[in-house]
Nanobody, 118 residues
Framework: QVQLVESGGGLVQPGGSLRLSCAAS???????MGWYRQPPGKQRELVAH???????NYAGSAKGRFTISRDNAKNTVYLQMNSLKPEDTAVYYC?????????????WGQGTQVTVSS
């Protein structure tokens, strides 16, 4: 069983920063990892994605402000968020593609709330 545990969310003022972490438990192999978010009343959307080799891509709203990184030895992915805006308010979810033999499947974290407000 794979468990993704997120941390680092909270309340921050506009212009502030937060760093989210997501650690995957178990003796597993992880391919791609990423962060998604779901703003209030809206659908879940991709924020950033990172491959096992470290290639990254970002949603337009995140480019230049957010940085995704990972520590493969720890099966952990991070999201550094700077210059936060009220519209970044959302529940942020960690996502991982887990490899088990010839099968791969998606796993999700429970979500962490990020609120940007003065």
């Amino acid at each position: 069983q794979v468990q993704l545990v997120e941390s680092g969310g909270g309340l921050v003022q506009p212009g502030g920063s937060l760093r989210l972490s997501c650690a995957a438990s178990g003796s597993i192999t992880i391919n791609a990892m990423g962060w998604y978010r779901q703003p209030p009343g809206k659908q879940r959307e991709l924020v950033a994605h990172i491959s096992s080799g470290g290639s990254t891509n970002y949603a337009g709203s995140a480019k230049g402000r957010f940085t995704i990184s990972r520590d493969n030895a720890k099966n952990t992915v991070y999201l550094q968020m700077n210059s936060l805006k009220p519209e970044d308010t959302a529940v942020y979810y960690c996502h991982a593609v887990v490899v088990a033999g010839t099968i791969s499947f998606a796993s999700w974290g429970q979500g962490t709330q990020v609120t940007v407000s003065s």
